[in-house]
């Protein structure tokens, strides 16, 4: 990883010198437009994470959960009715389609450790685990807060235009992701 980052370092410092870039000014400015947007997400974040506790506790992510349980028991046929791992999951999924990926961290490092205890603590990834990692990379979002946020940090003229298309990328993606586990886990099975 370093050697990745000190490559596109150098590289940056190449261009800008042949690009007649000034670098120190670019340096500076994207300096600041980072401290901007943590502290643009310093005040949309505690929000939104408040906010998803609230939900829990009115019983309000145990209902999308509910809702959700039917395509969750297709998708990890592995797990057992009722394990704490599907609540887990359905909360992580819950979270990251309104667009908390922040807030659904926990419930999805909850859901690994409690996948990785079916699985034996085995050091090989059940299929359940894989699905999950698919699944909560590509995450269906329906609402992007922190894409609306850093739009708005930089100036859209309309920020919320990226809605729609968040949740059409987000869909195919977690499809594909979803179609090709599933064909991976076929072929897995053949071969054995």
């Known amino acids: 990883m370093n050697i990745l980052w000190g490559s596109m370092i150098i590289i940056g410092v190449i261009y800008s010198f042949f690009n007649g870039v000034p670098l120190t000014e670019a340096v500076i400015s994207s300096g600041k437009d980072?401290?901007?947007?943590?502290?643009?997400?310093?005040?949309?974040?505690?929000?939104?994470?408040?906010?998803?506790?609230?939900?829990?506790?009115?019983?309000?992510?145990?209902?999308?959960?509910?809702?959700?349980?039917?395509?969750?028991?297709?998708?990890?046929?592995?797990?057992?009715?009722?394990?704490?791992?599907?609540?887990?999951?359905?909360?992580?999924?819950?979270?990251?389609?309104?667009?908390?990926?922040?807030?659904?961290?926990?419930?999805?490092?909850?859901?690994?450790k409690?996948?990785?205890?079916?699985?034996?603590?085995?050091?090989?990834?059940?299929?359940?685990?894989?699905?999950?990692?698919?699944?909560?990379?590509?995450?269906?979002?329906?609402i992007t807060i922190n894409i609306i946020a850093y739009r708005s940090n930089f100036s859209s003229d309309s920020p919320s235009e990226i809605i729609l298309p968040g949740i059409a990328a987000t869909v195919i993606s977690t499809a594909v992701g979803i179609i090709a586990v599933k064909l991976c886990e076929r072929r897995v099975k053949k071969c054995r």
């Open 34 to 112: 980072a401290v901007d947007m943590a502290i643009t997400m310093l005040g949309i974040v505690p929000i939104w994470c408040g906010m998803l506790n609230i939900a829990e506790k009115a019983g309000i992510t145990a209902g999308i959960s509910k809702i959700l349980d039917p395509a969750v028991g297709r998708l990890f046929p592995e797990i057992p009715k009722g394990h704490k791992s599907l609540e887990y999951i359905s909360s992580n999924i819950t979270a990251n389609m309104l667009g908390l990926g922040w807030a659904a961290t926990p419930s999805g490092v909850e859901a690994m």
């Open 114 to 142: 409690s996948l990785s205890e079916l699985n034996g603590k085995s050091a090989e990834a059940s299929a359940s685990m894989r699905m999950f990692m698919v699944i909560n990379m590509s995450s269906v979002q329906l």
